[in-house]
């Protein structure tokens, strides 16, 4: 882009658009600060391609399942950053581990993927079947 050209500026409803967000939620992650304020204030307060930027970030990590404290930390800090995790490819081969707890309940842990060794899978399927265990316990001494 030459600097003759302006840069190209949104409303918060074309920002809300472009990251497919209701404009409630773009306002939520300004307030949290994960996204910049707008430029100028009130009815003429408008947005750029950085702002947009943002917010497709928080998106992106948001969807990958990282609390919103966590990506507030990330873009503080981008080193913190979540390592990406690789997308399972048509062919590949993964080993899973998989705890079956009741009828319709179940566990599926791919240890490689997940950062964990055999060991810690092991502990965690003991504790989640204590922790099924007590759910269903109380289910059952409150009906």
Do not use: C, W
């Amino acid at each position: 882009m030459d600097s003759g050209t302006p840069a190209r500026s949104y409303s918060i409803d074309e920002l809300a658009a472009l990251a497919a967000l209701p404009r409630r939620t773009v306002r939520y992650y300004i307030q949290l600060g994960l996204v910049d304020r707008p430029i100028g204030e009130t009815r003429a307060a408008y947005y750029t391609a950085a702002h947009l930027e943002q917010l497709l970030t928080v998106v992106k990590y948001s969807k990958a399942g990282v609390a919103l404290d966590k990506i507030a930390e990330v873009l503080r800090e981008p080193q913190a950053a979540p390592a990406p995790v690789p997308a399972t490819r048509v062919g590949s081969v993964e080993v899973r581990s998989h705890l079956t707890l009741a009828d319709g309940v179940e566990l599926v842990v791919e240890p490689g993927r997940a950062g964990l060794s055999p060991e810690q899978v092991r502990r965690l399927f003991r504790e989640v079947l204590e922790l099924y265990g007590n759910v269903v316990k109380e289910n059952d001494d409150e009906r």
